[in-house]
Structures are given as C-alpha cells and as structure tokens.
C-alpha cells in the first residue's frame, strides 16, 4: 500500500511543497536550494543589505517526524480525510525489535518517526518540513 501511496503523492507533490524544497520533488534538484542561498548572499553583498538567513540542519530527521503533527500538517493542507486515514495505516503501524546478546526482543510499537527506506518516508518528510516553512513564513 505504501508504494500506491507514494506513486500517487509524487504526481501532485510539487503543487503542495513550496519551491523552498527542492529534493524529493519531480523537475527540482536537491542543490537548487544551495545555489539559490549563494545567488542571494551574493546579492546583499553587493548590494550591502543586511540579511538573515536560517538553515535548518534536521538530527535524525526522519526519526524525529512526530504523526500527530504530520497528521494535522495534512490536514491544513486539505488532504482527504481517506487518504490521511491510508497514511495513518502505513506509518502507525510500526513495530521494532532490537537485538540483545544476539537475540531479538519481543517486538514494541514506535510512536514517531518514519521508516528509512520506506517510499512514502521522502514525501511525508516535505510534508512535516512544508508546516515548518509556513510557519517560519508567517513569523517573518
């Protein structure tokens, strides 16, 4: 189900995701961004304007995605009650073991994070980042 998810979110991904974001999302480059920063240090240089940049460097980025959060960023962003129940479905039913002395621990739920190499992890993270970004936008 993840992978239908996930072929169908990178269709309309770009329409959702500000042009802040550019890995993830078909016809950006992941150094777009770093181009564009250096394009505009440039500029207040020459210029002699002041300027303030902020960079977010994300420790554990997919471990850290909270799905409360990720829900309610979908949400203002008007995606169906359905599609956010499928995602739900995908992320929430999460379970780990861990390996101690060798031997695996009875599996336990997880209660954040996205699974690496999941194909619907890329996209649910511009998503968590997108609320982010419009929040960041509307304090400046």
């Given at each position: 189900m993840a992978k239908v998810l996930a072929n169908r979110l990178r269709l309309v991904i770009g329409s959702v995701?500000?042009?802040a974001q550019s890995a993830f999302?078909?016809?950006?480059q992941i150094l777009d961004g770093i181009l564009v920063a250096n394009e505009v240090v440039d500029e207040?240089?020459?210029s002699k304007k002041e300027l303030m940049l902020f960079k977010v460097d994300f420790e554990k980025a997919y471990d850290s995605v909270d799905w409360g959060y990720l829900d309610d960023v979908m949400?203002?962003?008007s995606f169906p009650t359905l599609w956010r129940k499928w995602i739900r479905e995908c992320v929430c039913t999460a379970t780990a073991s861990v390996l101690v002395n060798g031997s695996p621990t009875d599996e336990?739920?997880?209660r954040r994070g996205l699974r690496q190499g999941d194909p619907l992890s890329p996209f649910l993270f511009l998503l968590a980042a997108e609320g982010l970004?419009?929040?960041m936008e509307a304090m400046v």
């Amino acid at each position: 189900m993840a992978k239908v998810l996930a072929n169908r979110l990178r269709l309309v991904i770009g329409s959702v995701i500000s042009e802040a974001q550019s890995a993830f999302v078909k016809d950006r480059q992941i150094l777009d961004g770093i181009l564009v920063a250096n394009e505009v240090v440039d500029e207040a240089r020459r210029s002699k304007k002041e300027l303030m940049l902020f960079k977010v460097d994300f420790e554990k980025a997919y471990d850290s995605v909270d799905w409360g959060y990720l829900d309610d960023v979908m949400g203002r962003m008007s995606f169906p009650t359905l599609w956010r129940k499928w995602i739900r479905e995908c992320v929430c039913t999460a379970t780990a073991s861990v390996l101690v002395n060798g031997s695996p621990t009875d599996e336990f739920p997880l209660r954040r994070g996205l699974r690496q190499g999941d194909p619907l992890s890329p996209f649910l993270f511009l998503l968590a980042a997108e609320g982010l970004n419009v929040l960041m936008e509307a304090m400046v």
